[in-house]
């Protein structure tokens, strides 16, 4: 909702997810950007008056479902990024050309990641942060607690982070005045 505020697009998001249940486990990939976020996003940004609050936390309840389902499966390590890396880099190493999957422009505009996130909840740790990914991204690490919401964002010279931030701090609020107004 941030973005889409700011500059009045979705873009690829990475969030990582932990996959140390496995032995050697390391993380994997989350897409949060779906139709879903996308489409609440837009009823949020671009036509709030549309619809009911009803509605509106109709269509969260909907990115939540969906983003818990994505956790589950990238925590399972069914996802597919960290797969697609393996084969990519074991082809390099192999000298095999590289399949025309990697050579697609929506696989080079997927990998883009403009917002990279991460959840930082913690007890042991309360905010922590890292640098964008692309040089035209955000790095946003946040945390929820029982009572207060955290979040520090990153960026390189070419984008605003703190006009970002004000655009999180107004998605809060608009979530918050649908869900208990």
Known sequence: MAF??????TVATYESCSTAAFKHGRTETIR????????????FVREPSRHSA???QQMMVECSKYHGQLTKEAAMGQGFDRHLFALRHLAAAKGIILPELYLDPAYGQINHNVLSTSTLSSPAVNLGGFAPVVSDGFGVGYAVHGNWIGCNVSSYPGRDAREFLQCVEKA?????FSKFG
């Open 4 to 9: 889409l505020r700011q500059y009045g697009q």
């Open 32 to 43: 949060p950007a779906s139709i879903y976020t996308k489409r609440c996003s837009e009823a």
């Open 54 to 56: 009803g509605e509106l």
């Open 172 to 176: 809060l609020e608009d979530i918050k």
